[in-house]
């Protein structure tokens, strides 16, 4: 069972606010990413971090920044949350650079903003 | 860039039924074909993994086969129940980056 968690699991909050999503990993892998996805759509990658100090930018744009100062952690942050901001957040971690890598991911995170 | 296809997007069929999903990518480079399960709401689970060398894999009920020449990955269930019921992706990893198809939304009738 992967090791990987995500909190808060659901979360409704006003316009404006500022969020924190967390995700924890406990597998020790280096790349961490995050994701996000409406219902019936395809993931989007937004971030990841190829480790400690490393952070960029993924495919999709967004108004979120992360941080990774310690391998285990890969917090997302939203500094004014708006409604187009409703998703779901996925968070996943792996290895990287080998034939056998494999992606963990995370129970999600449901956000809706009003 | 690679892209990720899988047909059909959704799929209906009686409890007992064998069944075919389809992923397709358009770049043959790639390390490994990795299928998931997603429930509602729910985050991916990680189902089978075909490195690049490999044809095959089994788990259970799912069999997954790759043919990287062709760009083109199936995940076979085998008797097919009501708890089978989710949506299946597959993603192409490429030593870099994991690129998802949006997904086939399989439903089991009992």
């Known amino acids: 069972e992967a090791d990987i968690y995500q909190t808060p699991r659901y979360l409704v909050i006003g316009t404006g606010k500022k969020i924190t999503l967390e995700c924890s990993q406990t597998?020790?892998?280096?790349?961490m990413y995050w994701y996000q996805q409406d219902p019936g759509m395809e993931l989007h990658l937004i971030h990841y971090s190829y480790g400690v100090n490393s952070t960029e930018k993924g495919d999709l744009s967004s108004e979120s920044t992360v941080s990774r100062i310690r391998t285990e952690h890969f917090p997302l942050t939203l500094e004014s949350a708006r409604p187009s901001h409703t998703s779901q957040y996925l968070c996943?971690?792996?290895?990287?650079?080998?034939?056998?890598?494999?992606?963990?991911f995370g129970q999600g995170t449901r956000l809706t903003v009003v | 860039k690679q892209e990720v296809t899988q047909i059909p997007a959704a799929l209906s069929v009686p409890e007992g039924e064998n069944l075919v999903l389809n992923c397709s990518f358009t770049d043959s480079a790639i390390y490994n074909l990795q299928w998931f399960r997603q429930d509602p709401g729910k985050g991916l689970t990680s189902l089978l993994l075909?490195?690049?060398?490999?044809r095959e894999q089994t788990s259970g009920r799912l069999n997954a086969s790759l043919d990287k020449s062709s760009g083109r990955s199936t995940l076979y269930i085998a008797a097919s129940q009501p708890g089978d019921s989710a949506t299946y992706l597959c993603?192409?990893?490429?030593?870099?980056?994991?690129?998802f198809g949006t997904g086939t939304s399989l439903t089991v009738i009992p």
């Open positions: 597998m020790g892998h280096d790349k």
């Open positions: 993603a192409a990893y490429t030593g870099n980056q994991f690129y």
């Open positions: 996943a971690s792996s290895e990287w650079g080998g034939l056998d890598t494999e992606a963990f």
């Open positions: 075909i490195q690049s060398s490999q």
